[in-house]
């Protein structure tokens, strides 16, 4: 039938292959298939090579394409009606070949096979692949901002200024923040007919997507619902001020910032004391410089002891420079702290100056002044749960995964400024909040786009309301309607890593751009022996595994010829039955390749992946047989010799030595 | 290339400018410094925005591309664009070469993006570099580790593992005019320091510092991990001298413990190299009218704001600005973003230029 035909389009870019890759005989090998549609494009993928492929599909009404060159889209848009109401997309399956026919080798007849292998497993995909419709959802643009602080009135302000209505939610957590809000930024906001103020409120849930929010918040005892498009989170820091008398020679850093601000003369002898509990926070170190070198102006003498002079940041040399030739003195201690001893009113220090060991010598101030520890809100378990995005590693709001900082998350619309997240000073504030203004014009266009719909979806006949996916889902992207005994897939949070597809155990949720039935099809054909020689299944992840292969193609590295490679859009996507039925059907291994921990886009999917292969790997050794058949390899994006080490290792392991930082599982 | 992503994602219409032949920069050059766990170095962060840039349907790439002049017209700018010096064959072979003839870009803004170049020890003979085999910099390092073959930095070996890094070379140098902190040196070190330990956990490094500048999310707790298994020593050597034997160098400097001189014996000494700015900004200089700081690197209008400059619709982001790590020239990238979009009408188009 010919609506089932299949397109396979060649890049312009081949070419540049010539001598590497021998497309011709490959062309003439799949032109003897009716179902297939082989031809060539003229231009270059992203310089309208895409309308190209679009055209000829809708010309030649083919059900799906394949493009062999580079492309990280996996659907493009093609309206199928001619009233120009609905629309759907074409599946578009990437097979890469530009790369991947520089790292066949130079071995052409292998080269042949392989490059046809990979052809025929993009076009198995393919195949089965579902188009997807497309649609315009409606956009909320009115932000909420949480806090009270630098980072919420600068957001506040930037969003309004971008056009954008501004909910400014002040919580009733006092600021924890060394600098005071300046009265210009404080009265600008106070006057923004775009922001509106709530105070005191509580955060309790928030639910729904991108464009689409419903926060549940408690103000002064009462529960309130609001509708809206993103969510920035821009609360403080906790400082713990807790063991510093309010009054006496040891005084806390803001509260001497605060009467030095309430004074306009008056300097006095102080010393402060910085990294007493671990290298100083910027936002701590940037204050105790301020606030000496004012002393100092005011005909002070100040005093900084410290371990490790902060000088980060755009002007903090620059500060530090300043201060110094103020007059501000600074002595760096080591091992031994310095003590204080009271003495009439006012303290004598005793200080080991790291330079002069051997010696210590005393001075007498009269305030020792301390920066209180700067540490993450008590309440920030809460709000990380409210928000479902985990913790950072020191409990600190948003977890430390590269790919979504600076101000990002894994939950698209949920965003974070100041304290709460980050070591900052209001430099670096006024950065983030126009960073967050920046992404959410991004999120939230004027004009709505038409967006691919349900991408992943589900099949509620098969959905048994177990919620596996609800807990396991890194981007909030499922919610459960529990009325209903259902789950929905939010398309718009969704990033279709497939964590929930392979973990779902009724198979209720499939991927369109790797079903359960395309990766079953896709196992068949990448399993097969070619000639003797049995495969060695690599499942690559395509924020890490499959740019490095590509690197390493470009790079001319040879991959060994035993790998057959299927990519997946994250190591997650991949369960246990998927890698024991590609033994199964004759692969000599499988190699699961996924992104090192804690850089996964998806937060967890590489280790659900490596907590998968681990279990087959015990199931093996405990029915007798070789573990070492399943394999998990963390690798980024950037590590082709890295990359090409592990495959040479995993494939030829007699001969080949281990790669660097192989840590056996 | 984050800037020009960022505008993109808006609906602008932008035109990125790339001198070499590759988007990137000096950190597309940066390894992986992953060990058991991601160590947050941000390397492969370059490998997604080359990606997503060059894939942007709002952005036309130009690399390998010169800028010959610089015109302001009309409230917009116009830059002629010239193939880059280099393989002539190639570019008249590469189907896909974008600038193959000489060609005009315009943009309602201009954001400057250009980098820095790593600063080159080689004129500080005390160091060693260049002339003592067993003195390296932290960016050979990096392309060692890179390539995935530790042994060509130090061969594995019983006795011979002692590594010491300097750090701040080529900063906070007030006798050669660089008295600025780089910024990125001391997480880089520690990272690298970090991997080569889980590498080989034998080896004996010792970081020599001024101020460790522990700063930004998580490197607190990573500083304290990498701390248990490593030596930090306040105060940096003064010189690199010849060892008793060949695969040995002596650091002279002052023992922080006593306060007197001391000499230390290392197999490899690894000099942390900060930024520099980039001499071959000139052109950029001149045909956008601005100026430059103490230091070379562009000036930025006020202390405040690090992306605006003095040529109304000219932004900076990024090291061209003053050193910066990744993860900072993004959120700059992001900012200086907004702030065009703030300026503009809609749909006009811009320039993004990068080296």
Not at chain 1, 196 to 217: M, N, P, Y
Not at chain 1, 237 to 262: H, N, T, Y
Not at chain 2, 201 to 222: A, H
Not at chain 2, 233 to 247: D, F, H, K, T, W
């Amino acid at each position: 039938m010919d609506t089932q035909r299949i397109g396979i389009f060649f890049g312009d870019q081949q070419d540049a292959l010539s001598g590497q890759l021998p497309l011709d005989k490959i062309v003439k090998t799949l032109e003897g298939d009716p179902s297939l549609f082989v031809t060539r494009i003229t231009k270059s993928f992203e310089n309208g090579g895409r309308s190209e492929i679009a055209d000829l599909c809708r010309e030649h009404d083919l059900a799906a394409a394949v493009f062999g060159g580079p492309t990280d889209q996996e659907f493009f848009e093609l309206p199928l009606a001619t009233d120009g109401e609905s629309s759907t997309t074409i599946p578009l399956i990437r097979a890469n070949l530009l790369e991947r026919g520089a790292w066949l080798g130079k071995d052409e007849s292998q080269a042949v096979d392989r490059v046809e292998r990979q052809l025929r497993i993009a076009v198995a995909k393919a195949r089965r692949a579902r188009p997807i419709p497309l649609a315009t959802r409606p956009v909320n643009r009115r932000v909420m901002v949480i806090g009270g602080n630098h980072g919420a009135y600068q957001s506040a302000r930037n969003l309004s200024q971008a056009g954008l209505q501004v909910l400014l939610l002040k919580t009733s957590q006092p600021s924890g923040c060394f600098f005071p809000l300046t009265d210009d930024l404080e009265k600008s906001v106070a006057g923004d007919g775009n922001i509106e103020i709530r105070e005191t409120a509580e955060l309790s849930r928030i639910d729904g997507q991108i464009g689409d929010f419903h926060v549940e918040a408690i103000l002064n005892g009462k529960r309130e619902r609001f509708d809206v498009g993103a969510v920035v989170v821009a609360i403080d820091a906790r400082v713990v001020e807790d063991g510093i008398a309010p009054e006496g020679p040891i005084v806390s850093l803001r509260g001497f910032m605060k009467q030095q601000a309430a004074t306009k003369d008056g300097g006095e002898t102080i010393a402060v004391l910085l990294d007493k509990n671990g290298p100083e926070r910027r936002c701590a170190a940037e204050a105790s410089l301020a606030c000496a070198h004012e002393n100092v102006r005011r005909g002070g003498k100040s005093t900084i002891l410290f371990r490790n002079m902060p000088v980060y940041g755009k002007n903090g040399q620059k500060h530090y420079d300043e201060a110094r030739a103020a007059g501000v003195q600074f002595l760096r201690y080591d091992e031994i702290e310095p003590e204080f001893k009271a003495e009439g009113g006012k303290l004598e220090a005793t200080m080991v100056d790291s330079m002069v060991p051997d010696r210590a010598f005393k001075f007498v101030i009269d305030h020792l002044i301390q920066p209180a520890p700067v540490q993450p809100r008590l309440e920030n378990p809460a709000l990380a749960s409210i928000l479902r995005q985990p913790l950072d590693r020191e409990g600190f709001l948003q977890p430390g995964n590269i790919r979504h900082l600076p101000v990002s998350s894994a939950r698209r619309g949920i965003l974070f400024a100041g304290g709460c997240h980050n070591d900052c000073d209001p430099f670096e504030v006024r950065y983030e909040s126009d960073a967050v203004t920046s992404q959410i014009l991004a999120l939230l266009p004027e004009a709505p786009v038409s967006a691919p719909l349900e991408i992943v979806r589900v099949d509620q006949s098969k959905c048994a309301s177990c919620l596996t996916c609800l807990r396991l889902c890194p981007h909030g992207a499922i919610e459960s309607y529990l009325e209903h005994k259902s789950v929905t897939i939010l398309s718009s949070a969704c990033w279709e890593c497939g964590i929930c597809a392979a973990a779902c155990p009724g198979q209720a949720i499939e991927h369109g751009s790797l079903s359960h039935d395309q990766l079953d099809d896709v196992l068949s054909v990448a399993t097969e022996a070619l000639g003797e020689q049995k495969p060695t299944l690599v499942f690559a992840c395509q924020q890490s595994a499959v740019p490095s292969l590509n690197s390493a193609g470009r790079l001319g590295l040879t991959i060994p010829a035993e790998a057959s490679i299927v990519e997946v859009p994250c190591a997650g996507r991949i369960d246990e039955g998927a890698m024991m039925d590609a033994l199964a059907r004759g692969a000599e291994r499988v190699l699961v390749m996924g992104c090192h921990p804690e850089v996964c886009r998806s937060l967890k999917g590489n280790l659900l992946a490596e907590k998968r292969v681990n279990r087959i790997r015990a199931m093996l050794k405990e029915s007798g047989l070789d573990p070492e058949k399943v394999q998990y390899h963390p690798i980024a994006n950037n590590e082709p010799y890295r990359l090409v080490h592990i495959l040479d290792h995993v494939i030829h392991p007699e001969t080949q030595p281990a790669a660097s930082a192989e840590t056996t599982n | 290339m984050e800037t020009a992503a960022s505008l993109a994602d808006l609906g602008l219409k932008v035109a990125l400018v790339e001198r070499s032949e590759t988007l990137g920069g000096q950190a597309a050059h940066w390894a992986c410094m992953a060990t058991t766990s991601c160590a947050k170095c941000s390397a492969c962060l370059i490998e997604d925005s080359i990606s997503r840039t060059s894939l942007h349907p709002g952005i036309q790439v130009y690399t390998h591309a010169e800028i010959t002049e610089i015109r302001k017209e009309n409230g917009h700018y116009e830059m002629d664009l010239v193939p880059a010096r280099g393989s002539m064959k190639e570019r008249n072979t590469h189907p896909d070469w974008p600038v193959k003839t000489p060609t005009t870009v315009q943009g309602n803004s201009v954001v400057l993006a250009t980098g820095f170049e790593p600063f080159d020890p080689k004129n500080q003979r005390l160091l060693g570099y260049g002339h003592l085999p067993e003195v390296t910099t932290t960016k050979d390092l990096d392309d060692i580790l890179k390539r995935d073959d530790l042994d060509a930095f130090l061969p594995k070996s019983e006795n011979a593992n002692r590594v010491a890094f300097i750090q701040c070379v080529g900063s906070r140098d007030r006798k050669n005019g660089r008295e600025y902190c780089s910024q990125f040196c001391c997480k880089t070190s520690i990272r690298l320091v970090n991997r080569m330990k889980h590498l080989r956990p034998e080896l004996d490094v010792t970081i020599y510092y001024i101020d460790l500048q522990i700063m930004g999310k998580e490197f607190r707790s990573f500083y304290e991990d990498t701390k248990k298994n490593v030596r930090f020593l306040q105060g940096v050597p003064a010189e690199v001298r010849p060892g008793s034997e060949v695969g040995s160098v002596k650091l002279v400097g002052i023992d922080p413990k006593t306060g007197l001189g001391m000499v230390e014996e290392y197999n490899r000494v690894v000099l942390a190299v900060g930024m520099a700015p980039d001499i071959r900004n000139q052109k950029l200089i001149d045909g956008f009218g601005l100026e430059t700081n103490e230091f070379g690197f562009f000036a930025s209008k006020d202390d405040s704001g690090l992306i605006t400059t003095q040529t109304p619709g000219v932004y900076l982001a990024g090291a061209c600005a003053g050193p910066s790590d990744i993860q900072q020239s993004r959120l700059q990238a992001m900012a200086a973003a907004r702030r065009i979009a703030a300026g503009l009408v809609n749909g006009g188009a811009t320039a993004s230029q990068t080296a």
